[in-house]
């Protein structure tokens, strides 16, 4: 009982005196400043790997907040620091690269820029279809709220503007660009995402895994090529693989424990040039998902033997049975920290109210890099999740009409005033409570 007391008690005095204070001045700066950044980044989104103008506006923005900033860490990163005496160090991410999909959300301020795809070489139109805009827009005003409230906490803020998240590539390259050795290693990491399944300023949060860890894995089939009319000279690859792809159903369904989770989705299936010719390649690209590394092995070894040995049944010789290709482009599964979430959920509903935070089930296996910063050495992190769809749309979607657009649909939209309000609130709310240790 007196721990229980001691923890509200402590949380009570981390938060501002006045939590109307805090957002009062959270609407105030997001009808004077973070209304127009926001629009500016949904905008003009920018691919993983070439955020170069987004990038350099964040950093921008963050200088004028009063933090030394960084910039070019593992590519187009930025590192934000604040130091306000003893205390420990405490890292804020967010992501900020858009995806290669044309907005058709038909809202007024909808992105038609373009930029050159860095994978394809195509110029491709570009578009937030993730949210990200939410997230860099919430940075910089939590930046603002923190540089204006000194007097409330101590210790270092460190936030970092993270490239390349979808394409899971820019948190390995920041931690691998000396991340920690550079500007310390955190004594807790945080981040949130904007959710389009959740009512808009809903905090959801959960003390388990809220993202899955992924694989990207590639199946090369070699065959023989052939006339279309003499399959019997050839080793069709097309059919092999078809073999290939059923087969790989079976993982989940019988061979994982009906209460393990897991997830084998052939995305991509190429071959073939012409309609009378068997091919002697077929290319499989897969992802694969998963909530353990015991459920990683399972699944990923069994990809191999299922692919090596559909050869064999298919009478490839041995030096040119199917190829498995797992690729460095894998993360491990998000995990929060238990008692972290338990605390900043008292927190939260302390100053933001009851109804402001929520614990609902993750239904999917998305996936995210932010572990690549809290994993390796292990920090207590909590990774939680913004609503950022009006309550009204669900309520037109149970009433028959259209369904709310999930995340990477061209018709994605996201309320960004109560969502970047409550992404703000939230983040500083955890922070101060954070940094009084």
């Given at each position: 009982?007196?721990?229980?007391?001691?923890?509200?008690?402590?949380i009570?005095?981390?938060?501002?005196?006045?939590?109307?204070?805090?957002?009062?001045?959270?609407?105030?700066?997001?009808?004077?400043?973070?209304?127009?950044?926001?629009?500016?980044?949904?905008?003009?989104?920018?691919?993983?790997?070439?955020?170069?103008?987004?990038?350099?506006?964040m950093?921008?923005?963050?200088?004028?907040?009063?933090?030394?900033?960084?910039?070019n860490?593992?590519g187009?990163?930025?590192?934000?620091m604040?130091?306000?005496?003893?205390?420990?160090?405490?890292?804020?991410?967010?992501?900020?690269?858009?995806?290669?999909?044309?907005?058709?959300?038909?809202?007024?301020?909808?992105?038609?820029?373009?930029?050159?795809?860095?994978?394809?070489?195509n110029?491709?139109?570009?578009?937030?279809?993730?949210?990200?805009?939410?997230?860099?827009?919430?940075l910089?005003?939590?930046?603002?709220?923190?540089?204006?409230r000194?007097?409330?906490?101590?210790g270092?803020?460190?936030?970092?503007?993270?490239?390349?998240?979808?394409?899971?590539?820019?948190?390995?390259?920041?931690?691998?660009?000396?991340?920690?050795a550079?500007?310390?290693?955190?004594?807790?990491?945080?981040?949130?995402?904007?959710?389009s399944s959740n009512?808009?300023?809903?905090?959801?949060?959960?003390?388990?895994?809220?993202?899955?860890?992924?694989?990207?894995?590639?199946?090369?089939?070699?065959?023989?090529?052939?006339?279309?009319?003499?399959?019997?000279?050839?080793?069709?690859p097309?059919v092999?693989?078809?073999?290939?792809v059923l087969?790989?159903?079976?993982?989940?369904s019988?061979?994982?424990?009906?209460?393990?989770?897991?997830?084998?989705?052939?995305?991509?299936?190429?071959?073939?040039?012409?309609?009378?010719?068997?091919?002697?390649?077929?290319?499989?690209?897969?992802?694969?998902?998963?909530?353990?590394?015991?459920?990683?092995?399972?699944l990923?070894?069994?990809i191999?033997?299922?692919?090596?040995?559909?050869?064999?049944?298919?009478?490839?010789?041995?030096?040119?049975?199917?190829?498995?290709?797992?690729?460095?482009?894998?993360?491990?599964?998000?995990?929060?920290?238990a008692?972290?979430?338990?605390?900043?959920?008292?927190?939260?509903?302390?100053?933001?109210?009851?109804?402001?935070?929520?614990?609902?089930?993750?239904?999917?296996?998305?996936?995210?890099?932010?572990?690549?910063?809290?994993?390796?050495?292990?920090?207590?992190?909590?990774?939680?999740?913004?609503?950022?769809?009006?309550?009204?749309?669900?309520?037109?979607?149970?009433?028959?009409?259209?369904?709310?657009?999930s995340?990477?649909?061209?018709?994605?939209?996201?309320?960004?005033?109560?969502?970047?309000?409550?992404?703000?609130?939230?983040?500083?709310?955890?922070?101060?409570t954070?940094?009084?240790?």
């Amino acid at each position: 009982m007196y721990k229980r007391f001691a923890l509200i008690l402590a949380i009570f005095l981390a938060v501002p005196a006045s939590a109307g204070d805090l957002s009062a001045a959270v609407s105030k700066d997001y009808e004077g400043h973070l209304a127009n950044l926001f629009d500016y980044f949904h905008r003009n989104p920018e691919l993983s790997t070439v955020e170069f103008e987004t990038a350099k506006r964040m950093a921008q923005e963050l200088r004028a907040a009063g933090f030394e900033v960084t910039e070019n860490i593992g590519g187009t990163g930025v590192v934000a620091m604040l130091q306000n005496g003893p205390g420990p160090l405490v890292m804020m991410r967010a992501d900020m690269d858009g995806l290669p999909v044309e907005e058709k959300s038909g809202l007024d301020n909808a992105s038609r820029a373009m930029q050159k795809d860095p994978i394809t070489g195509n110029t491709v139109f570009t578009m937030h279809a993730c949210g990200h805009d939410v997230h860099i827009t919430s940075l910089v005003g939590t930046a603002r709220q923190m540089a204006a409230r000194k007097d409330a906490w101590n210790g270092t803020l460190m936030l970092i503007v993270q490239p390349a998240e979808e394409r899971v590539l820019g948190a390995r390259a920041m931690k691998n660009d000396d991340l920690w050795a550079r500007f310390g290693q955190p004594d807790y990491a945080l981040a949130f995402h904007v959710s389009s399944s959740n009512v808009a300023g809903i905090i959801n949060v959960s003390e388990g895994s809220p993202y899955a860890g992924a694989d990207t894995v590639d199946i090369i089939i070699h065959g023989v090529g052939a006339h279309g009319a003499s399959p019997h000279r050839g080793k069709d690859p097309i059919v092999l693989g078809s073999q290939i792809v059923l087969a790989l159903q079976t993982l989940v369904s019988r061979e994982l424990s009906p209460r393990d989770p897991g997830v084998v989705t052939v995305g991509s299936f190429h071959s073939g040039t012409k309609h009378n010719i068997i091919s002697d390649e077929a290319h499989l690209q897969l992802t694969v998902r998963s909530m353990s590394e015991e459920t990683r092995a399972i699944l990923l070894n069994g990809i191999k033997r299922i692919a090596e040995n559909m050869g064999r049944v298919a009478g490839l010789p041995e030096d040119r049975l199917p190829e498995v290709i797992v690729s460095d482009e894998s993360v491990p599964p998000t995990n929060n920290d238990a008692e972290l979430v338990r605390r900043l959920k008292v927190a939260w509903t302390d100053a933001m109210g009851d109804d402001a935070v929520a614990d609902i089930p993750t239904k999917g296996m998305g996936a995210e890099d932010f572990p690549f910063f809290t994993a390796d050495p292990e920090i207590p992190s909590v990774y939680w999740a913004i609503g950022g769809t009006p309550q009204k749309d669900f309520d037109f979607e149970l009433a028959g009409g259209a369904p709310v657009p999930s995340h990477h649909s061209p018709l994605f939209k996201i309320a960004p005033e109560p969502s970047v309000k409550a992404g703000v609130e939230s983040t500083v709310v955890a922070l101060l409570t954070l940094l009084q240790e």
